[in-house]
């Protein structure tokens, strides 16, 4: 009896990567092209060869690097026989036409990649639309490279004419298309943003860093969630938010995003701007640093680049170093301390250890920006009674005349303000302490 085929899982590109180290750009701890590596492995390539770099003032216009090197790249290629040439450089329309007429093989460069990596990870709609509208706006300028065949004439026996180049038709879909997806994506943003402000009642914390830092480990160990995990770049596109309740029962709304990189292309930190404003819109934001990383301070930097371009935070309110169980001399953390102004933990997500001192530390935040008040209501209204336990300290409680709850807590200045909407007139409120922290002009 014959067996039906089963199929198979087509085979991994095999890739040859080059690059040029412009002046300014720092060399990679990691090894050279060591970061562009771990791209295409996200990307289910292999890498092939041991690659090549060229170290450049600035970028030959015509080609990115010298001539030499164009030249032996090509030997490269003709040794290893790759299916694609991956340049760990954005590369001009130009550039990319002069390389793969010199090299007669598929070229990709950083920008191309990282788009087709997280082409492969978007889940939601939205990821997929900001992903497409990336690609599309990527594509724009370098239609000719990409179809070269769209600038003949279209049009077959008696359909000729003046018309438009196919080219030039593709063109005007293609913009077309970036409308559309502009156009969908703003809808979904402004449903997201109400959904957003729903959640007042809760004080918020965002998750930002560079991608592998161990964001997802971190929000899965601290929310009892199971968000996917992996060892790999962007594993992670989409933000995901779940309660994370801290040792004194307080609730916090705890979000995770897409990592950072450095030279993350621009259209991509565009298309992805509502989901990043999402994030940083947090009422505490903590940068997680993977410690282990020999490459560490220079991934701190990358992240606080990103953060600067964005109007709400500067920067995170406090340093995570995460991954510290790898670390095998720890006198070296302190070398990642210069020039941090922030509020520092040490923790690991994977055993646990420091996890009690960054509960610690958001209890404190939240103890700032809460009030302690005194709050009278109806012992029948027991729907009050569990809202103010959920989302406040509760410190004393008592029946006043077999009639009246009173009871004394410390409660987070938008938790309360929903909690005395709610309650209307059965809830009487007063003051005993008011948060230290200032309310600021866009609360």
């Not at 970036?178 to 156009?183: A, E, P, R, V």
């Not at 957003?196 to 998750?207: I, N, P």
């Not at 705890?254 to 990592?259: M, N």
């Amino acid at each position: 009896m014959s067996r039906e085929p089963s199929p198979t899982k087509s085979p991994r590109e095999r890739v040859l990567v080059c690059g040029v180290l412009l002046d300014g750009m720092k060399p990679e701890y990691g090894g050279e092209l060591s970061e562009i590596r771990g791209l295409v492995r996200a990307a289910d390539g292999e890498v092939v060869g041991p690659g090549i770099v060229q170290k450049r003032d600035k970028p030959n216009p015509a080609t990115l690097m010298g001539r030499g090197k164009v030249e032996e790249v090509a030997e490269e290629i003709e040794r290893y026989k790759p299916d694609a040439v991956v340049v760990d450089n954005d590369l001009t329309p130009a550039q990319g036409r002069n390389l793969e007429k010199a090299w007669k093989v598929r070229i990709v460069d950083r920008s191309e990649l990282i788009l087709d990596i997280f082409a492969r990870r978007a889940q939601t709609r939205q990821a997929r639309l900001q992903v497409e509208l990336a690609q599309n706006e990527y594509m724009f300028p370098r239609l000719r490279r990409m179809w070269t065949h769209l600038e003949r004439m279209e049009g077959a026996i008696g359909t000729r004419g003046p018309g438009e180049t196919q080219l030039e038709t593709d063109r005007r879909l293609l913009k077309k298309r970036i409308t559309d997806l502009k156009k969908q994506l703003a809808e979904i943003e402004a449903r997201k943003l109400r959904e957003v402000q729903s959640r007042s009642e809760h004080f918020t914390v965002g998750l930002v860093g560079y991608t592998n830092a161990g964001k997802s480990t971190l929000l899965n160990k601290l929310t009892g969630a199971e968000e996917l995990v992996a060892d790999m770049l962007f594993a992670t596109l989409d933000t995901r938010t779940r309660q994370w309740r801290l040792s004194d029962g307080r609730v916090v709304l705890l979000s995770d995003t897409v990592g950072f990189l450095r030279r993350l292309p621009h259209h991509l930190v565009a298309s992805f701007h509502a989901t990043l404003e999402e994030m940083l819109n947090a009422d505490y934001l903590l940068h997680v640093v993977d410690a282990s990383h020999p490459d560490a301070a220079e991934q701190m930097a990358a992240v606080t680049k990103v953060l600067s371009g964005f109007s709400h935070h500067t920067r995170a309110d406090a340093i995570v170093f995460n991954k510290v169980d790898r670390v095998v001399d720890r006198i070296e953390l302190h070398t990642l301390l210069q020039g941090v102004e922030q509020e520092v933990i040490f923790l690991s997500a994977a055993t646990g250890e420091g996890i009690d001192r960054l509960d610690e530390l958001l209890r404190k935040q939240l103890d700032e920006r809460s009030a302690v008040v005194e709050l009278r209501f109806p012992v029948s209204n027991g729907r009050l009674h569990a809202m103010i336990k959920k989302v406040g300290v509760v410190s004393e409680e008592s029946v006043v005349g077999d009639t009246t709850m009173l009871m004394r807590a410390r409660i987070d200045r938008g938790a309360l303000g929903n909690l005395l909407r709610d309650g209307g007139k059965e809830l009487e409120c007063e003051y005993l302490e008011s948060p230290r922290v200032p309310i600021s002009a866009d609360e």
